[in-house]
T-cell receptor, first 116, second 122 residues
Framework: AQSVTQLDSQVPVFEEAPVELRCNYS??????LFWYVQYPNQGLQLLLK??????LVESINGFEAEFNKSQTSFHLRKPSVHISDTAEYFC??????????????FGKGTKLSVKP | GAVVSQHPSRVICKSGTSVKIECRSL??????MFWYRQFPKKSLMLMAT?????????EQGVEKDKFLINHASLTLSTLTVTSAHPEDSSFYIC??????????????????FGPGTRLTVT
């Protein structure tokens, strides 16, 4: 079965500490990967995505994620977090069936809480 | 670019009444839009896929007569919660795909999300 697993529902960290939010997927078809961020009472914003090319992708605010096909993972990392990074983070996987057929599925989310 | 708006952002209605939520793509055309529901501390649950000019496709377990979806133009989809009850209280989020990318590959499946609508039924 196709699925997306975010192993941690909550991740508390102190400001300026590094963080890793884990995402694993299970799929029998090609996948393309996304991380979305949701700030309180807001919709989702695309943080970064992997469609092709380099397996290491970066966002403008210091996050990065690496597509690891052998480990079926797309973990999100930041070397030094800020209070403003406090939010819910969703990993999403596009299952690509080819011929312009795809299905986007979401993980259950990880709440990142950055403490001073 | 790729901005999606939702209106209203918050709505409170009485049990038994109906409420309409609008989702608009502001700077692109969207033949396909999606409606999600998000419960507290939970992920997004896809409710239905809205297709311009045709009937919406509902996910299993979603009542099509209760959650009416209309996608009458390339930039507007509406979700009407009919005869609302307190258990319908939730955060409703829409998203849209850019029609100009439909001929492409996976990038055409990127979804642009609206800011969400908080519905409270009293």
């Amino acid at each position: 079965a196709q699925s997306v697993t975010q192993l941690d529902s909550q991740v508390p960290v102190f400001e300026e500490a590094p963080v890793e939010l884990r995402c694993n997927y299970s799929s029998s078809v090609s996948v393309y990967l996304f991380w979305y961020v949701q700030y309180p009472n807001q919709g989702l914003q695309l943080l970064l995505k992997y469609l092709s090319g380099s397996t290491l992708v970066e966002s403008i605010n210091g996050f990065e994620a690496e597509f690891n096909k052998s480990q079926t993972s797309f973990h999100l990392r930041k070397p030094s977090v800020h209070i403003s990074d406090t939010a819910e983070y969703f990993c999403a996987v596009l299952l690509w069936y080819g011929g312009s057929q795809g299905n986007l599925i979401f993980g259950k989310g990880t709440k990142l809480s950055v403490k001073p | 670019g790729a901005v999606v708006s939702q209106h209203p952002s918050r709505v409170i209605c009485k049990s038994g009444t109906s409420v309409k939520i609008e989702c608009r793509s502001l700077d692109f055309q969207a033949t396909t839009m999606f409606w999600y529901r998000q419960f507290p501390k939970k992920s997004l649950m896809l409710m239905a896929t809205s297709n311009e000019g045709s009937k919406a496709t509902y996910e299993q377990g979603v009542e099509k007569d209760k959650f009416l979806i209309n996608h009458a133009s390339l930039t507007l989809s509406t979700l009407t919660v009919t005869s609302a009850h307190p258990e319908d209280s939730s955060f409703y989020i829409c998203s849209a795909r850019d029609s100009s990318l439909l001929a492409g590959g996976p990038s055409s499946y990127e979804q642009y999300f609206g800011p969400g609508t908080r519905l409270t039924v009293t």
